[in-house]
């Protein structure tokens, strides 16, 4: 076993390697979560007038037109305040209901170029959906880049990626260019989709055994803060401004900038070095690096023994993966805990938190304020995961807040329905503040346990040689489960109403289920006595030899005699 004396040290340079891979890739990827809501209607409104005018419309018309209509000033002030005292604008003939009797045709206004709001609906759809479909994308790829490049060296090149979508989001307006935003989205996905692999595997191959929770756990930390800052500069009072909202996009350049800067300066994964290069003296003084001493004989001699049982095995592809009889139920675990933190709905509370808020008719000048504590309490409560996850263990901290997030949504769904009814009009506002209470219980859940931990799991439940591939997979299903929530589920809202979380509890409760039977704790155990425990096993194996529930970790069973 490796040196206990080594085991839960931090050094200066493992927490600024932490931090910059967290910086240039975790937070990038959280960032690009919640970039898109608070500006929503202000983009949609550029949309709007972007093909308003490709048409061969004036958009200053259509924008008096519309003042006229908000304002509470009579059609005969209007008229004056508009086209002056001497003017011979005729007023139509009024009809039932009507107040507003000037025509758009007097101002100039054509509402005939204006879009449907369903194809609003379809382009907005499409903006959020592209960073992911092509996230997914990235997913597919990051295994290769893993361990064709490494994993230090993949998060540097991968940073021209985020460039790219810097400039082109950045130029949006000054282009009139819709297309460009929805490029800038295409570029940042890709990115998303290879650093959501090399960042956390990373993290787990330079972490001691008894802090890998723990330093796992700052990438899910590092994309809650990068939620956080994107709803933050997305407050009016900054940069959500119908003149400044481009550069929340082009704010991506500087975490990419902090990565291809400073990233170079730290040492590369010794596993990857050792395992996958046979370059055991320059994995030695990585490790020596990371850990601040010269006494990593037992760490290096655990590495060689798993380079050992993998000399005939060369690097595998996914179909190696999916066709390997001892990674089935690790690749089955991987998998739906990936679909399970994607399906659970979160997504969906984070980018089109902006649009939940007003299905329970909060004021529309509080919304931005209450999203950004949304994203507040996202944060402090994975701050609270990172020491609970050395001390609760991964199972207890999966379990127990995801119930709180399945009763979470099946309250809201029933407030919300009452919030419905007519005969409770006096209740209504009581009925939209519980509703915001369970939301945030539900993001509570969600940021002790099924944010973070899904991604560590993957990465201890896998030896050196598939964990590429697997974390590629996992991630993969996680990107297409995103891709179709975020593509959806406006109109799923639309269709359903307050029923919509009928669908995110039934995966709660089937994942509540599956993890209670088949996921082990995986806390303080090697990479090895973890991949013996589970590879045929359930969360509490039968043969005893297994001990996947045991804190010291079970003997190790070669998987040929399992």
Known sequence: MPNEENEGKTTLVLILSVTVACIGNSFLYGYQIGVVNQPADLIQAFYNKTYYERKGGNWDNMTRYNDYLQENIT????????????????????????????????????????????????????????????GMIGAFCSAKVADFFGRKKGMIIITVLMFIAAILGGITIIAASPECLILSRVFVGLHSGLNITLCPLYLAEISPRKIRGAIGTCHQLACTIGILVSQILGLKELLGTEILWPYLFAFNAIP??????????????????????????????????????????????????????????KNFSIKELLVAPELRMPVIIACVLQISQQWSGINAVMSYSTLLFGQVNMDPATIPYIVVATGVIN?????VAVPLMEKAGRRPLLLYPMIGMLISFILMTIFLNLGENSDLADSHKYFAYICIILMHTYIIGFALGLGPIPF?????IFRQEPRAAAMSLSLAFNWICNFTLM?????????????VYILFS????????????????????????IANSIAFGKARGQQKSFNVDDEKGGENIPLEKV
């Open 75 to 134: 059609d005969d002030e209007a008229i004056i305040k508009y086209f002056g005292s001497n003017s011979n604008v005729v007023k139509n003939a009024p009809t039932e209901n009507t107040t507003k009797l000037l025509s758009p045709d007097v101002f100039g206004a054509k509402t005939e170029l204006l879009l449907e709001p369903w194809v609003v609906k379809i382009l907005w759809s499409t903006t959020v959906a592209a960073f992911v479909l092509f």
């Open 256 to 313: 990419s900038l902090i990565c291809l800067v400073f990233m170079p300066f730290f040492p590369e994964s010794p596993r990857f070095l050792l395992i996958k290069q046979k370059q055991e003296s320059a994995a030695v003084e990585a490790l020596k690096k990371f850990r601040g001493t010269d006494n990593v004989s037992d760490e290096i001699e655990e590495m060689r023994l798993e380079a050992s049982k993998s000399v005939s095995v």
């Open 379 to 383: 944060v402090l409560c994975t701050v």
């Open 456 to 460: 560590i799991v993957v990465g201890e």
């Open 487 to 499: 593509l959806t589920f406006p109109f799923l809202k639309d269709g359903l109403g307050a029923y």
């Open 506 to 529: 039934i995966v709660l409760a089937f994942a509540i289920a599956f993890i209670f039977f088949f996921v082990p704790e995986t806390k303080n155990k090697t990479f090895d006595e």
